[in-house]
């Protein structure tokens, strides 16, 4: 069964630190690589989409891919309370195969 | 607006009495799927489908079924509800070039 697992959370930064966010899968032949963000009671909203291996950067937020190493992580550069959410790492296989969501990863951020 | 409908948002009903929860979306995506969170479970999938007619269990379809007739829409069938099916519902939407999921505002349900 494909898997896709999170570092286990609660995550605690300070605000204007990085918050880095891990996730590994099991199946080699996945192809899309996701993250979203949920607000407690909130619908997921997508915050990055990546393809291929390296990096990938939008404003704060940085996807990192390895595909050889089976690892997706989010890194969330100067961190603000407004980031304080449930992270959810989603994975995709080819085109027509099913999503696989990862537990999530609670992050909060202090003020 | 490009965006994946939910209807109803909130919805109290009681044991056995069958409910419809639809969904629609307006942006042609091949990709529907149901999703129910329960608090510490994360998002466990019900139902999901390729395409029109092609429809696949997920993790968790005992209780439910769905269709889907046409491409924008995917309705969510309880025909018995029972209790332990109170929860918040999800419904998304991909196009599978991409696959980024859009997802509907949620459904609550609570089975009395």
């Known amino acids: 069964q494909k898997e896709v697992e999170q570092n286990s959370g609660p995550l605690s930064v300070p605000e204007g630190a990085i918050a880095s966010l891990n996730c590994t899968y099991s199946?080699?032949?996945?192809?899309?690589f996701f993250w979203y963000r949920q607000y407690s009671g909130k619908s997921p909203e997508l915050i990055m989409s990546?393809?291929?291996?390296g990096d990938k950067e939008d404003g704060r937020f940085t996807a990192q891919l390895n595909k050889a190493s089976q690892y997706v992580s989010l890194l969330i550069r100067d961190s603000q309370p407004s980031d304080s959410a449930t992270y959810l790492c989603a994975v995709m296989g080819n085109y027509g195969q099913n999503f696989v969501f990862g537990p999530g990863t609670r992050l909060s951020v202090l003020p | 607006e490009a965006q994946v409908t939910q209807n109803p948002r909130y919805l109290i009903t009681v044991t056995g009495k069958k409910l419809t929860v639809t969904c629609s979306q307006n942006m042609n995506h091949e990709y529907m799927s149901w999703y129910r969170q329960d608090p510490g479970l994360g998002l466990r999938q019900i139902y999901y489908?390729?395409?029109?007619?092609?429809?696949d269990k997920g993790d968790v379809p005992e209780g439910y079924k769905v269709s889907r007739k046409e491409k924008r829409n995917f309705p969510l069938i309880l025909e018995s509800p029972s209790p332990n099916q109170t929860s918040l519902y999800f419904c998304a939407s991909a196009g599978l070039l991409t696959g980024e999921l859009f997802f509907g505002e949620g459904s609550r349900l609570t089975v009395l």
């Open positions: 199946d080699r032949g996945s192809q899309s």
């Open positions: 990546i393809y291929s291996n």
């Open positions: 489908s390729m395409n029109v007619e092609v429809t």
